[in-house]
Nanobody, 131 residues
Framework: QLQLVESGGGLVPPGGSLKLSCAASGGSLHAYTIGWFRQVPGKDREGVSCISASGASIYYTDSVKGRFTISKDNAKSTVYLQMNDLKPEDTGVYYC????????????????????????WGQGVQVTVSS
């Protein structure tokens, strides 16, 4: 069973940067698509960014395009989310997640519209953007 652990959250002022890490164990990142989701109280968890197992498919939600960059280091079994020019609306708990291996469509396309289709989750890390 794939296990995921996030790190790198914190408090930053608007315009600041953070780099989140998602460390994987129990499986090789060569075989797993990894997504970053965020959640704020009272709202549904939303997909922020995703990178497919091969790295060929990358997705960003519209609100973070041009500011966030997702990358992976298979040798370190880690996926990163570089977040620049942070805004107060980026505040939330950020989770990394992976879909089950048999979800081949999701694995290939990074479709993030169905949160319930992702079955391996980290514990989450808080990101707060505030002056």
């Amino acid at each position: 069973q794939l296990q995921l652990v996030e790190s790198g959250g914190g408090l930053v002022p608007p315009g600041g940067s953070l780099k989140l890490s998602c460390a994987a164990s129990g499986g090789s990142l060569h075989a797993y698509t990894i997504g970053w989701f965020r959640q704020v109280p009272g709202k549904d968890r939303e997909g922020v960014s995703c990178i497919s197992a091969s790295g060929a498919s990358i997705y960003y939600t519209d609100s973070v395009k041009g500011r966030f960059t997702i990358s992976k280091d298979n040798a370190k079994s880690t996926v990163y989310l570089q977040m620049n020019d942070l805004k107060p609306e980026d505040t939330g708990v950020y989770y990394c997640a992976a879909p089950p291996p048999y979800a081949t469509y999701l694995q290939a396309t990074c479709y993030m519209g169905r949160v319930d289709q992702w079955d391996a989750w980290g514990q989450g890390v808080q990101v707060t953007v505030s002056s």
